[in-house]
């Protein structure tokens, strides 16, 4: 099983951008699924976005056209690109490998450990 390690959360402003990576400690070329969630303080874990390794993606609602998730398996990596943030979007986010089930993001269930996570604060 890889081990997942989130980097490149910070504070921004309302409007801003954020780039966070998932690095993992082998390969996963051939891991079909990865996702990002996040978690608000006093909320549940919600995903955010998945992506296959063919490069089919899926998002939360509330995030399209915001934010883009990709990979890159030579680098063992998954990003999130962040733009147009708002206060909203400050949660800790996770990535982990995950199965997806349909062609949307419901019903896709997580499968690995849960890393420490990067925190994103979007101040208003």
């Known amino acids: 099983q890889v081990q997942l390690v989130e980097s490149g959360g910070g504070l921004v402003q309302a409007g801003g951008s954020l780039r966070l990576s998932c690095a993992a400690s082998?390969?996963?070329?051939?891991?079909?699924?990865m996702g990002w969630y996040r978690q608000a303080p006093g909320k549940q874990r919600e995903l955010v976005a998945t992506?296959?390794?063919?490069?089919?993606?899926n998002y939360k609602d509330s995030v399209k056209g915001r934010f883009t998730i990709s990979r890159d398996n030579a680098k063992n990596t998954v990003y999130l690109q962040m733009n147009s943030l708002k206060p909203e979007d400050t949660a800790v986010y996770y990535c982990?490998?995950?199965?997806?089930?349909?062609?949307?993001?419901?019903?896709?269930?997580?499968?690995?450990?849960w890393g420490q996570g990067t925190q994103v604060t979007v101040s208003s």
């Open positions: 992506i296959t390794n063919g490069g089919s993606t």
């Open positions: 082998g390969s996963i070329f051939n891991i079909n699924g």
């Open positions: 982990n490998v995950v199965l997806i089930t349909s062609t949307t993001i419901i019903g896709t269930i997580p499968l690995g450990s």
